[in-house]
């Protein structure tokens, strides 16, 4: 994948690839297209233009304006014929050129030295055609251009081109991104996420300070019933697996797990007190016939395990923990927010009597 370069140093070795973005009608310059972008790839350009859009239509103006963007430079070519036309007719060659100009992007044209000799299959036969073409060309000769008579002295005179503008008027350009990615950069990136963890700590204790200790009940919570599907295997028993679905409510899934959370708690080991939870919760349902199966297994799928996270989130019940570990700690750590913690509470704790 590469990275994007937002800013330039004079002293900086990495290997850039500049994108130049190739502006023409199509049908009358294929080979002309061909020779240009070979002499682009030899620069170790990265070509861009309308090879990677479908049929021309007015949808994909957004598009092409983005990878005019992306570009470092752009090239138009004008030859014998206009071109398609939008229905304000202006060609989409002139639009793009139009385009490059305003965005303030190098702009390098080349021309037909003489546009009399073109073959008349490649040349606009219509009189309105024709004379805005004219007027196209007049328009980009007003600028610095380059003529050209054949498809290999276009490509010539692309590359000295090309070369020159480089170095007159050096742009970003693209680079790999593991070059991007350098020490400067991973300081800084590591500072952002420093930045990140506090930020989150300061919210979480100015949420509590603030009495940010209710959940968010607009979403499904306390006797509210969810679905969980889980899968049950055991050594002897005949079947070797099998799927169960299970219902439980949102204060049961708190219940069972809110405890283990009160300090931070691996993923997999709540996983496994869920799953101990509902292998209790399978038995004790009518008429069961799990009694004798002989060194039970059950597992939660990933699904339905994504499901309780998703909405416990959502709720404001649980986050991520944010104790250190050890490097080869690579497990997700949950713990209760201000707001959790006092939700388990009031669902948990044992009030006393009333007295008459």
């Known amino acids: 994948m590469a990275a994007r370069v937002l800013s330039v140093n004079a002293q900086t070795t990495l290997d850039r690839r500049h994108q130049v973005f190739v502006s023409?009608?199509?049908?009358?310059?294929?080979?002309?297209?061909?020779?240009?972008?070979?002499?682009?790839?030899?620069?170790?350009?990265i070509p861009a233009g309308m090879e990677m859009f479908p049929a021309a239509s007015e949808d994909q103006w957004t598009l092409i304006?983005?990878?005019?963007?992306?570009?470092?430079?752009?090239?138009?070519?004008?030859g014998g014929r206009y071109g398609s036309v939008t229905s304000d007719g202006v060609s989409f060659t002139e639009m793009e050129y139009d385009y490059a100009?305003?965005?303030?992007?190098?702009?390098?044209?080349?021309?037909?030295?003489?546009?009399?000799?073109?073959?008349?299959?490649?040349?606009?036969?219509?009189?309105?055609?024709?004379?805005?073409?004219?007027?196209?060309?007049?328009?980009?000769?007003?600028?610095?251009?380059?003529?050209?008579?054949?498809?290999e002295e276009l490509a010539s005179v692309v590359s000295r081109g090309l070369v020159r503008a480089m170095k007159r008027n050096p742009?970003?350009?693209?680079?790999?991104?593991?070059?991007?990615?350098?020490?400067?950069?991973?300081?800084?990136?590591?500072?952002?996420?420093?930045?990140?963890?506090q930020a989150e700590q300061r919210r979480t204790e100015l949420a509590a300070r603030d009495g940010g200790n209710e959940i968010n009940e607009s979403f499904e919570h306390g006797s509210?019933?969810?679905?969980?599907?889980?899968?049950?295997?055991h050594g002897t028993y005949?079947?070797?697996?099998?799927?169960?679905?299970?219902?439980?409510?949102?204060d049961e899934i708190v219940d069972a797990l809110g405890p283990s959370m009160i300090d931070e708690a691996a993923e997999p080991a709540l996983r496994a007190t869920f799953c101990s939870y509902a292998w209790k919760y399978?038995?004790?349902?009518?008429?069961?016939?799990?009694?004798?199966?002989?060194?039970?297994?059950?597992?939660?799928?990933?699904?339905?395990?994504?499901?309780?996270?998703?909405?416990?989130?959502?709720?404001?019940?649980?986050?991520?923990?944010?104790?250190?570990?050890?490097v080869s700690d690579k497990a997700v750590y949950?713990?209760?927010?201000?707001?959790?913690?006092?939700?388990?509470?009031?669902?948990?704790?044992?009030?006393?009597?009333?007295?008459?």
């Open 224 to 233: 509210d019933e969810v679905e969980l599907e889980f899968v049950v295997s």
């Open 65 to 78: 304006r983005e990878v005019i963007d992306l570009s470092d430079y752009y090239i138009v070519v004008v």
């Open 101 to 151: 100009v305003a965005k303030g992007i190098p702009v390098l044209g080349f021309v037909h030295s003489d546009p009399g000799s073109i073959p008349v299959n490649m040349s606009e036969i219509d009189a309105t055609a024709r004379v805005r073409l004219d007027a196209f060309r007049a328009k980009v000769m007003q600028r610095m251009v380059k003529e050209y008579r054949t498809a």
């Open 282 to 326: 399978l038995l004790e349902i009518p008429d069961s016939n799990w009694d004798g199966a002989a060194a039970p297994r059950m597992t939660i799928t990933n699904d339905s395990w994504g499901r309780i996270l998703v909405q416990l989130r959502a709720l404001g019940i649980i986050t991520t923990g944010s104790k250190k570990r050890t």
């Open 171 to 197: 742009r970003p350009g693209w680079v790999r991104g593991d070059q991007a990615m350098t020490d400067a950069v991973r300081a800084e990136v590591a500072e952002l996420r420093a930045a990140l963890a």
């Open 238 to 250: 005949t079947r070797e697996s099998q799927a169960v679905e299970l219902e439980f409510t949102w």
């Open 334 to 356: 949950w713990t209760l927010t201000p707001a959790g913690d006092e939700y388990l509470v009031r669902l948990k704790a044992t009030k006393r009597p009333e007295t008459a």
């Open 24 to 45: 023409s009608t199509y049908l009358d310059l294929v080979e002309e297209r061909r020779a240009i972008i070979q002499a682009l790839l030899e620069l170790d350009c």
